[in-house]
T-cell receptor, first 112, second 116 residues
Framework: GENVEQHPSTLSVQEGDSAVIKCTYSDSASNYFPWYKQELGKRPQLIIDIRSNVGEKKDQRIAVTLNKTAKHFSLHITETQPEDSAVYFCAARYRAGYALNFGKGTSLLVTP | GAGVSQSPRYKVAKRGQDVALRCDPISGHVSLFWYQQALGQGPEFLTYFQNEAQLDKSGLPSDRFFAERPEGSVSTLKIQRTQQEDSAVYLC??????????????FGDGTRLSIL
């Protein structure tokens, strides 16, 4: 099965700075990598995803990069705002499987 | 509906009782997933349905857990003889296609289950 490691577990940045969260996965056959944002007591919300045939994807202030050789992918948030504060989860889906395998999450705090 | 709907939002049960959790996926979504999320952890896969067929139940922790989706839309997760370690948030997600299409999974708000 797939094993996903996520770092750091907590991250505090000043408003306007960038935040980077990194994940590694174990199975080279994984082909789909979404990122979810979860606010306290709320549902996980998909913020961006990337497939294994793409190296980078950007959506406004959010970008994700994928290094298939090293088996890691990263979330980059630029010009952070207090409303970006939440727990962020990375996930990977093994090509032959159905489930998403999630990291343990990163609690991001953006201070004004 | 506009999104995945789960009920109840909160459930408190005594140890040993049976519980049933409901998920109403986005209309037309073929795939339905159940995940368990312990406090401070990421969601962990329980089971997957493609229409009414349960294609993967490898994540169900024990035979006390049972899920069904008889008509390919609404799904129910049942836990029999609940134990304290069953306390968690149970999340349902649906996606438009099958695994091959790698469509995004959309989550519901979850059911927070507390076993006393």
């Amino acid at each position: 099965g797939e094993n996903v490691e996520q770092h750091p577990s907590t991250l505090s940045v000043q408003e306007g700075d960038s935040a980077v969260i990194k994940c590694t996965y174990s199975d080279s056959a994984s082909n789909y990598f979404p990122w979810y944002k979860q606010e306290l007591g709320k549902r996980p919300q998909l913020i961006i995803d990337i497939r294994s045939n793409v190296g980078e994807k950007k959506d406004q202030r959010i970008a994700v990069t994928l290094n298939k050789t090293a088996k890691h992918f990263s979330l980059h948030i630029t010009e952070t705002q207090p409303e970006d504060s939440a727990v962020y989860f990375c996930a990977a889906r093994y090509r032959a499987g159905y489930a998403l395998n999630f990291g343990k999450g990163t609690s991001l705090l953006v201070t004004p | 509906g506009a999104g995945v709907s789960q009920s109840p939002r909160y459930k408190v049960a005594k140890r040993g009782q049976d519980v049933a959790l409901r998920c109403d996926p986005i209309s037309g979504h073929v795939s339905l997933f159940w995940y368990q999320q312990a406090l401070g952890q990421g969601p962990e896969f329980l089971t997957y349905f493609q229409n009414e067929a349960q294609l993967d139940k490898s994540g169900l922790p024990s035979d006390r857990f049972f899920a069904e989706r008889p008509e390919g839309s609404v799904s129910t997760l049942k836990i029999q003889r609940t134990q304290q370690e069953d306390s968690a948030v149970y999340l349902c997600a649906s996606s438009l296609g099958t695994k091959i299409s790698n469509q995004p999974q959309h989550f519901g708000d979850g059911t927070r289950l507390s076993i006393l």
